[in-house]
């Protein structure tokens, strides 16, 4: 993407200042952080918040098709987007990894035993992590035959490969970056094919992308690299530090074991990073009774295996 002659690397060092600050974050509301973003966590609470009560939520919890539709296909494969969107879901979640050879691929677990075909492909390279192997090793896996005969060729889909198939069906990402203190720098790198890929202009961030991690500091760098860029802290801050969560996420999504509606108003009382109400997605509820359950708590999003079971239960 960037100029390749010698005499030009001052423009190009300049290309990369402009991704990872990017137009985006100079243009448009979504893109302007408000009085409130920039004047510290302790400050940084709603209207809402000084008036005692939290402001409403929209009139339906978002559902999220967690690694794809993954109840109905194999999980993080580009059969599993299509397969949400042919349910009608627009928004798919998903787990990013780095390769031996750094390159961005689409898998959930640290290593590639459970989902591919990988144990029989290299049996002399236990425990098949996916940053022991190169990306070109990682596309002769199969990543479908384990979850029946008929998804059998399925591919572990680079992040390049899984964004042009939900571009291509006008859905929207739910990205985490998986793991990131095995990949270190894995946030700009994601953040840079973000970019290159066009997933980083004005409507992508204002309205199709939300980028999550277990890991606070890499949420951080997320933030700090494109404060644009909707971000969400996976798991369940302690009320007293959830101010100090809101400098730098815009999202606490908490496993939904654990939630209750008194810790959902607690971060609804917050502003995020971007200025904007903290909200809550919770995951992974796959039932009806866990649905209408997160629902009446007042969660803004489901992440779901089965969407479909979860758009019925909560209307």
């Given amino acids: 993407m960037y100029a390749r002659l010698a005499a030009v690397a001052a423009a190009s060092l300049g290309a990369v200042a402009a991704l990872l600050s990017g137009p985006a974050a100079q243009a448009g509301p979504a893109a302007r952080p408000g009085p409130s973003a920039q004047a510290g966590p302790a400050a940084r609470t709603g209207l809402a918040a000084r008036a005692g009560e939290a402001p409403a939520r929209s009139e339906r919890p978002l559902v999220i098709a967690h690694r794809g539709a993954s109840g109905g296909a194999p999980e993080n494969t580009l059969a599993a987007v299509d397969l949400a969107d042919r349910m009608g879901f627009d928004w798919v979640e998903n787990d990013v990894q ?141 009320v007293a530090e959830l101010p100090s969560y809101a400098a730098f996420t815009d999202r606490i999504n908490p496993a939904h074991t654990a939630l209750t509606s008194a810790y959902v108003a607690e971060v609804h009382r917050l502003d995020g990073a971007r200025g904007e109400r903290l909200q809550v997605y919770t995951w992974t509820v796959n039932d009806a009774a866990g649905a209408r359950r997160a629902d009446g708590f007042g969660v803004d999003g489901i992440i779901t295996d089965h969407p479909d079971v979860v758009r019925d239960a909560v209307g």
Avoid: C
């Fill in 98 to 238: 780095r390769t031996r050879d750094g390159e961005l691929v689409v898998v959930h677990d640290e290593t590639l035993a459970r989902t591919t075909d990988v144990e029989e492909r290299f049996p002399g390279r236990a425990p098949w992590r996916v940053g022991d192997f190169t990306a070109a090793e990682i596309a002769t896996l199969d990543a479908g035959g384990w979850f029946g005969p008929r998804w059998a060729g399925e591919r572990v889909p680079t992040l390049r490969r899984y964004l042009h198939r939900v571009e291509r069906n006008g859905q929207r990402l739910l990205l985490e970056i998986k793991r990131p203190e095995l990949h270190p720098g894995i946030e700009r790198d994601t953040l840079r094919v973000l970019g290159e890929e066009g997933w980083l202009d004005r409507s992508h961030v204002a309205r199709r992308l939300v980028v999550q991690s277990f890991g606070a500091d890499s949420v951080r760098a997320v933030h700090r690299l494109r404060p644009d860029v909707i971000t969400g802290f996976l798991g369940m801050p302690p």
